[in-house]
């Protein structure tokens, strides 16, 4: 059995990486009792006003800013995680390592960094305003939990990554996700229910919630937590293992057996993850 946090997470300000730390710290301990913590995407974004208002409220100059903080930033959830005993997906924030940054998310385990996933598909705003890129490439992250994998917001709106996810053996997919509207909050939403119907597999989604005037990638910030599951009779009918409020910060807890993930691939009502092949086989016909 494993005990997963999925967060609504809200965006503040700070006036020095103290305060940053206290909020984290606080964040975990408020979900210390649970195996998986998951941080939304973006959520790094925050750290942009440790460089003051002019830097935040700049596209460009905020991205450089939270990267340069990485290091700290890295050090703290690796701290949390080995204090706890329990794993942590930080929420994602741009890495360079090139002249364009990637929107990376972190996973930290009881004994340190364990990998990270960078975002495949990048979103209209993300690729024609802030020009942060895609680094194809999908990573299987083993922990003594099980097998997870990230898909960030956007990239949970495409079948075909979780399914390789899938196929290498991923139980948990993790989605943290940053959508200004409900619309978006709601397309993250659909695609992460799909995506665990299709593979029969548990997803977490955690959003950024909330309003945030001083900088314009992250203004306005739509979502609620939840815990995704397929509705193949093992699961709730729903596919809802756990859900927050529309738009609450806080944590949404759940305890899932990742047995029936194996139950659910080789004995549920339906066996989407089984029988993809023939949708892949199928072609129109005149």
Known sequence: MVRIASAAYPIDWFEGFDAYRAKITRWV????DCDLLVFPEYGAMELASLGGLEIAADLEASLHEVARHAPARDTLHAELAAAHGLHILAASGPA??????????????PQGRIGHQDKQIMTRFERE??????????????????????LICYDAEFPLLARALAEAGV???LTPSCTDT???????????????????????HSPTVGNVAWNPAIDENRGRAAIYAPSDGFWP??????EGEMDVPGWV?????????????????????RDWAESVQSRLVD
């Open 29 to 32: 301990q408020e979900a210390a």
């Open 96 to 109: 360079f390592e090139g002249s364009r940054p990637v929107n990376r998310a972190v996973l930290f385990g």
């Open 129 to 150: 305003e802030w020009h942060v890129t895609g680094a194809p490439g999908l990573r299987v992250l083993d922990t003594p939990l099980g097998r997870l994998g990230v």
């Open 171 to 173: 139980e948990i997919i």
């Open 182 to 204: 409900v619309a978006g909050f709601n397309r993250v939403r659909v695609g992460a229910m799909a995506r665990a119907l299709e593979s029969q597999c548990v997803v977490v």
């Open 237 to 242: 009918e729903s596919g809802v293992v756990a």
């Open 253 to 273: 807890k759940a305890s899932v057996d990742l047995d029936l993930v194996a139950e659910s691939r080789r004995n549920g009502r339906v066996l989407p993850f």
